[in-house]
């Protein structure tokens, strides 16, 4: 069975730091690219960062705050999170799209989120 954990939630104040991790599992063939959604209650899921290939991409709300890396094996993504401000707070979701099957095409996964909430 193919999944994405999460862990690094939390409450921290204003000004605080977080480390989201994300660790997939399961018969994996490719995983890419891998990163981070936030969803705020009632707000749209958005992208936070992705990364693709050694590519990142973020959100310009969270560029020179948030820090996206994979390690070498490929199967784990943080999100270092500096800065922290109350709109900031959100249910955080790892994603990544992955082969699973080398008859299939690559599909996207989901990991359960996680809470962060920045408080003022």
């Known amino acids: 069975q193919v999944q994405l954990v999460e862990s690094g939630g939390g409450l921290v104040q204003v000004g605080g730091s977080l480390r989201l991790s994300c660790a997939a599992s399961?018969?994996?063939?490719?995983?890419?690219?891998m990163g981070w959604y936030r969803q705020a209650p009632e707000k749209r899921r958005e992208l936070v960062a992705e990364i693709s290939s050694g590519r990142t991409t973020y959100a310009d709300s969270v560029k020179g705050r948030f820090t996206i890396s994979r390690d070498n094996a490929g199967k784990s993504v943080s999100l270092q999170m500096n800065s922290l401000k109350p709109e900031d707070t959100a249910l955080y979701y790892c994603?990544?799209?992955?082969?699973?099957?080398?008859?299939?095409?690559?599909?996207?996964?989901w990991g359960q989120g996680t809470q962060v909430t920045v408080s003022s």
């Open positions: 399961g018969n994996i063939f490719n995983i890419n690219p």
């Open positions: 994603y990544a799209k992955m082969v699973t099957d080398w008859r299939t095409p690559p599909r996207d996964y």
